[in-house]
């Protein structure tokens, strides 16, 4: 079936950079993203990779994939204090016509 | 460009009166739209998927007769909570595609308040 996972909570100083991670259980994944929500809002696509991809690199945004461990993860350099926000791993797949999402780890951002 | 727009963005309302949610895809044709349902600190549920013209594929556990689910046209689809019971309070959301699952965009958020 699918699945998943992401850590509820992280917190990072300002300025140093933020790894959020995820797995997922279903090798046929497609297509991979993260999404960020902001308090009451709905969802902001930051990137997304493509399964055939290792790694994809947008601004302070990078975004490496282990196709073998089944491993996603979300570096944000140089974190500031707009980037608190509950961050989203999701995927889809081959045989679920729906992006599936995890749970969310919530960012925040201490001086 | 993908703006997706929800109506209203917060509603309380009594248990046993039905509620109307709008999705708007303001500047692109959505032919698929997503009705999703996010509980607290939970991540996001999708509760039935529409395609412009036809009746809503629910996914299993949601009740169609109680989450009625209308897309009448390109850009407009709207949910309608029958009956809202305290149970029914939480936060949604709706996403409209132009070209399938895969590139969703997501409106929003409604915030239902059922008291």
């Known amino acids: 079936g699918e699945d998943v996972e992401q850590s509820l909570f992280l917190s990072v100083r300002e300025g140093d950079s933020s790894v959020i991670n995820c797995t997922y259980t279903?090798?046929?994944?497609?297509?991979l993203y993260w999404y960020k929500q902001e308090p009451g809002a709905g969802l902001q696509l930051l990137t997304y990779?493509?399964?055939?991809?290792d790694m994809k690199q947008d601004q302070r945004l990078t975004v490496l994939l282990n196709k073998k461990d089944k491993h996603l993860s979300l570096r944000i350099a140089d974190t500031q204090t707009g980037d608190s926000a509950i961050y989203f791993c999701?995927?889809?797949?081959?045989?679920?016509?729906?992006?599936?999402f995890g749970s969310g780890t919530r960012l925040s951002i201490r001086p | 460009g993908a703006v997706v727009s929800q109506h209203p963005s917060r509603v309380i309302c009594k248990s046993g009166t039905s509620v109307k949610i709008e999705c708007r895809s303001l500047?692109?044709?959505?032919?698929?739209m997503f009705w999703y349902r996010q509980f607290p600190k939970k991540s996001l549920m999708l509760m039935a998927t529409?395609?412009?013209?036809?009746?809503?594929?629910?996914e299993q556990g949601v009740e169609k007769d109680k989450f009625l689910i209308n897309h009448a046209s390109l850009t407009l689809s709207t949910l309608t909570v029958t009956s809202a019971h305290p149970e029914d309070s939480s936060f949604y959301i709706c996403?409209?595609?132009?070209?399938?699952?895969?590139?969703?965009?997501f409106g929003p958020g409604t915030r239902l308040t059922v008291l």
């Open positions: 996403s409209a595609s132009a070209g399938g699952y895969n590139e969703q965009f």
């Open positions: 999701a995927e889809t797949t081959s045989s679920a016509s729906k992006i599936i």
């Open positions: 500047d692109f044709q959505a032919t698929t």
């Open positions: 279903d090798s046929s994944s497609t297509y």
């Open positions: 529409s395609n412009e013209g036809s009746k809503a594929t629910y």
């Open positions: 990779i493509f399964s055939n991809m």
